[in-house]
């Protein structure tokens, strides 16, 4: 068995790469010395309004998917047919609600808010459930509701 400093391989020069100057509103990553090939993207929009709303929503929905809240109580938030896939997957698993248990209940650990546009936000979390980690994608939509206010709805819903 070769030991990690056996594993060496000799230094070939890189080749040259043309540096790329960055757009208007890009950031490059610091590299001393370097420029780099691509530009670092940046968020559009504010995050800072929907942070926590979003947050409150993932639990809640994290809440639901593991069957310590009936999934009706999520019904104002999401796009019908969000809805209708959310129910009809959960009546597949059958989920039976289970006891409140100290410290044993579903949970998001963390959640990122990248705002596509804004009226558009895309939400990435984690969820933590019986010492295991999920995934969970959704993306909200500001929407105009018949009263003419605008409410924050689910369009799209993906977990794992």
Known sequence: MKTATALIVPHTPAPFVEPVEPAAGQIPLPFPGMTPVLPVPVERGDARPICE?????????VEVLSGE???RQLAAWMAPDVYAQLTSRLAVHARVPLRARSGSGARIVSV??????????EIA???VHRGRSRAIAVRLELQTTHRGTQVWRCTALTWA
């Open 53 to 61: 709303r979003s947050a409150r929503f993932m639990q809640a929905l």
């Open 112 to 121: 990122h808010v990248a705002m596509v546009h804004d009226e558009a936000a």
């Open 125 to 127: 979390g984690r969820m």
């Open 69 to 71: 809240r009936p999934v």
